[in-house]
């Protein structure tokens, strides 16, 4: 069988979008929607022009990603992150190669929130760089680590990218697979990037012989609880209507409110979490405030917040519209039909699969490559035997997580060397220790040597 003439539209709008984004410039907003518009007329769908556009804004998951992000703001602009990472300080500092520990957990943490490595790296990352620098870390590595710990945030919750995920599933299997589900589903491939990321930190610890943070400079547990405890519980808030949803759906919450009721309790958990986590932030910020949280306040809060969150969202609805335009023309179903043909087995997709996400990541960022590619992945990794729910649960973790960290792109391993002043050459050799290990992970977890729970 030849190559299909869809594979080929793919190929136009990559090119699309690496002119617009790597060569003239320009958001990645913008090359979406320029993108958007040349395949709606190569496909001859211009009729439909409207319906596409407007589709986006009927979906609850769009929602959901922009709730998050505004969560996300929240948090990283009020004292309750500093409370956390204090906490984490407290809980680590004192371990050989501490400040590293410290980055890995607090930039994991942070950027699951946001979604974004390279951001976190500019946020977080002028603490914990200057720390492990401090404590013996080379730079190149310093810079490093917080890159790869800033890459793994879109693999975990809440991260917006799992939503992008989550709706290619649900637009190849509509209402098969409940969100809860697949929010542990994403955990249990996140635990695995987690320890590979313990393991590789380990051994640079171990090889470049580094040592814990001062201890006249790590905070008293007991200290940190008592003053941050309220910011503590934010996590919790978090996780705990998810975890809750996934244990008693089919049990507590069906008896009590029939199955349509259970389902319609599912859907709206992924919209009042983070609402509800956003306004007990705020609460318990409100004495930090300069004029409190008065309607005023709250306005000149989220006005800084725009630049932040609005290109973001506007790169997942035109994301969201480009996901529309090829379901209709069943793009994904007919390159997964191609796939298919090849009668690939399944360790030749798992590591297949993984080289090619990382190939885009040098020039697209994860978020557009789910919106684009991911239907045609998760098509293409059931075809090999790979359960639905892992087919999109390693979508984030082969595409958001290596983007920020493969050159050219790089965005992550930029922003860290900039801080850590670090040269090209050292900084470049260590992150592709990094790359190197992730992506082993995420072929072993494709091909079933390392299992995943809650599947």
């Known amino acids: 069988m030849g190559i299909p003439v869809e594979l080929l539209y793919l190929v136009l709008l990559l090119v699309i979008i690496v002119v617009f984004f790597m060569f003239l410039k320009r958001p990645i907003y913008e090359a979406m929607f320029i993108g958007f518009l040349v395949m709606v007329f190569v496909l001859k769908q211009q009729d439909n022009l409207l319906t596409y556009l407007i589709e986006p804004s009927t979906n609850s998951l769009f929602y959901a990603i922009v709730a998050f992000l505004s969560l996300a703001y929240i948090f990283s602009a009020t004292p309750a992150v500093d409370y ?6 407290a809980l680590v500092g004192r371990f050989r190669g501490g400040a590293g520990w410290v980055s890995l957990i607090s930039s994991t943490f942070m950027a699951s929130l946001s979604g974004s490595g390279p951001g976190n790296v500019a946020a977080d990352g002028v603490f914990t760089i200057p720390a492990m620098i401090k404590s013996g870390f080379p730079r190149a590595l310093a810079a490093t680590t917080e890159m790869a710990a800033s890459s793994l945030g879109p693999v975990i919750p809440p991260s917006g990218t799992i939503l992008l995920a989550y709706g ?21 491939v996140g635990i695995w990037f987690i320890l590979q990321r313990t393991i590789t930190l380990y051994g640079f610890i171990r090889y470049y012989k580094v040592q814990p943070i001062p201890k006249d400079e790590i905070p008293s547990i007991k200290d940190t609880v008592k003053k941050g405890w309220q910011a503590l519980l934010i996590p919790v ?3 705990m209507p998810f975890v809750l ?12 409110l029939g199955v349509e009721g259970a389902n319609a309790l599912s859907n709206s958990v992924i919209l009042f979490t983070p609402g509800i986590s956003a306004i007990y932030t705020l609460y318990i910020c409100r004495h930090d405030s300069e004029g409190g949280i008065g309607l ?7 006005r800084g917040g725009v630049q932040t969150i609005v290109p973001v969202a506007a790169t997942v609805y035109f994301a969201y519209a480009l996901s529309g335009l090829f379901n209709d023309v069943n793009i994904g179903t007919n390159i997964g039909i191609w796939f298919s043909s090849f009668n690939l087995s399944g360790w030749q997709v798992a590591i297949i699969f993984p080289l090619f996400t990382t190939f885009l990541g040098m020039f697209i960022p994860g978020s557009s490559q789910i919106a684009i590619f991911g239907g045609a992945l998760i098509t293409g990794l059931i075809a090999a035997g790979v359960h639905p729910l892992l087919a999109a649960a390693i ?7 290596l983007e920020g960290m493969t050159p050219p792109l790089a965005l992550a391993m930029y922003t860290a060397m900039g801080i850590a002043q670090s040269g090209m050459k050292e900084t470049s050799i260590s992150a592709l220790s990094w790359v190197f290990a992730h992506l082993i992970t995420a072929i072993l977890i494709l091909m079933g040597i390392l299992p995943v729970l809650f599947i």
């Open 84 to 89: 956390v990472l204090d906490f984490i300080v």
């Open 296 to 302: 005023n306040n709250l306005v000149k809060f989220f």
């Open 237 to 239: 808030i978090i996780l």
């Open 168 to 188: 290619a599933l649900d637009a190849l299997m509509p209402g098969q697979y409940q969100f809860s589900s697949f929010w542990l589903a994403v955990w249990g």
């Open 245 to 256: 949803d996934f244990l008693l759906k089919d049990t507590f919450f069906t008896n009590r």
């Open 395 to 401: 979508l984030p973790a082969i595409t958001g997580a």
